[in-house]
């Protein structure tokens, strides 16, 4: 479904930019910089190079990802195929990610199906579209675009829980669960999360996770323009090392603009009574799905 509309989208973008390009030529902006921002007028200044070093210690401002259309570099994905415990290969046999031989009536992604939050760290390798991040002295949030939610990861030296079950002492899990974060170095700031709820897929692709796990987040500012996350998540009950959630590419937006994007559970209800759902009932000519 979603793969879809991002196609739809793109298309459309595309065809409106070569149709726009001779007119811009002929009033002599044939030498202008290109930009990669292609879908909003408020991107349109942005700096294509690297714009110079990197502040130091400081991730502060809007940055666009690789689903928001602004020419960022594409994602590496998760692990295809990580090394399974029994467990762990239980659990992922049980999730049906929508595509391949999977339609959207017939998955049981919870996002996809009921507009569930993605969860962490799910919202931080899948519609990647934009994110704010903002500095407070003890601790850093950050914002993201789709689903409009936010992520809290303190800075003040505390320790994370560890008990989520039972007990005075015991945390609930959360959807983002609970995170620390530190400066590495100048450019290098590095977030542990864990109490994640367990009912939340990793990835888009199914991955499970308990609420035990914890995803280490490394965010590398390479420049005053690019900034790079790279996650790997440790979950000995379900994976027999810690296993690459993939690297995700931002690009600084100049204007600071923070667009609204929601998931709208009632419209999601009614695509999938009137189009998902009739879909595949409909047996193809060769009398499979």
């Known amino acids: 479904m979603r793969n879809t509309y991002a196609g739809i989208v793109v298309a459309v973008a595309g065809a409106v930019l070569l149709s726009a390009l001779p007119s811009a030529q002929g009033r002599g ?50 692990e295809r195929n990580p090394p399974f415990t029994p467990l762990g290969k239980q659990m992922f046999d049980r999730n049906k990610a929508e595509g391949n031989d999977v339609v959207v009536a017939d998955s049981n992604d919870p996002h996809v199906k009921f507009c569930d939050p993605f969860g962490f ?14 500095t407070l002295p003890n601790r850093t949030f950050v914002m993201l675009k789709f689903m409009n939610i936010w992520r809290e990861i303190w800075t003040d030296g505390r320790t994370l829980p560890t008990n989520f079950r039972r007990g005075a002492d015991a945390h609930d899990p959360t959807y983002n669960g609970y995170s620390v974060g530190r400066w590495e170095d100048d450019y290098n700031f590095v977030v542990v999360t864990t109490g994640l709820v367990p ?13 035990d796990a914890k995803v280490t987040e490394r965010f590398t500012r390479k420049s005053r323009n690019d900034l790079s996350l790279t996650m790997t998540m440790d ?11 993939g690297t995700v590419n931002f690009r600084w937006i100049p204007s600071q603009t923070f667009y609204d994007f929601s998931c709208v559970p009632s419209l999601v209800q009614r695509y999938l009574r009137e189009m998902a759902d009739p879909a595949a009932a409909k047996p193809s000519p060769g009398g499979a799905r």
């Not at 799910?122 to 990647?128: G, P």
């Not at 979950?235 to 959630?245: F, H, Q, W």
């Open 235 to 245: 979950d000995a009950a379900l994976y027999t090392r810690p296993i690459s959630l």
């Open 199 to 211: 009912e939340t897929w990793a990835t888009e692709g199914g991955l499970p996770h308990t609420v």
């Open 29 to 78: 902006q044939a030498n202008a910089p290109k930009s990669p921002w292609k879908y909003y007028p408020e991107d349109a200044r942005a700096n294509t190079g690297p714009g110079g070093p990197a502040p130091v210690r400081d991730l502060s401002g809007t940055w666009a990802g690789e689903s928001s259309g602004a020419g960022v570099e594409r994602l590496v994905p998760p």
């Open 121 to 134: 760290p799910r919202n931080m390798n899948d519609q990647i579209r934009s994110m704010t991040v903002a």
